[in-house]
């Protein structure tokens, strides 16, 4: 399985999570570095009420720009929501 099925079956599963809800996918963008991070609802109700417990998110992906243009194409077909940054740092 290549890089970028991988991807959509991974944002296909947690889209369908149910202890915490998947938002869509936000693609950081710097030159030829593309960064793919999962965004969730930020939920205060923590597992069983316990206010030390942390949900983890999935880990960031890095994509090329030739993957990202794949992706993205692939996430339009199944309407799962994504925004594109290219923030300027000093």
């Known amino acids: 399985m290549d890089k970028v099925e991988r991807i959509i079956r991974t944002v296909e599963g ?8 998947f938002k869509g996918i936000e693609f950081n963008i710097r030159k030829n ?14 597992v069983k009420q316990d206010p030390h417990y942390i949900r983890h998110n999935k880990d960031p992906e890095w ?8 992706v993205q194409k692939a ?4 309407n799962i929501h994504f925004i594109e940054r290219r923030d300027e740092f000093m």
Request: glycine share 0%; net charge negative.
């Open 63 to 70: 994509l090329s720009l030739d993957e990202l243009t794949t």
């Open 75 to 78: 996430l339009k077909e199944k």
């Open 14 to 21: 947690e889209k369908e999570r149910s202890d915490k809800q």
């Open 33 to 46: 570095e593309v960064v793919m991070i999962y965004n969730y609802d930020e939920m205060v109700n923590n």
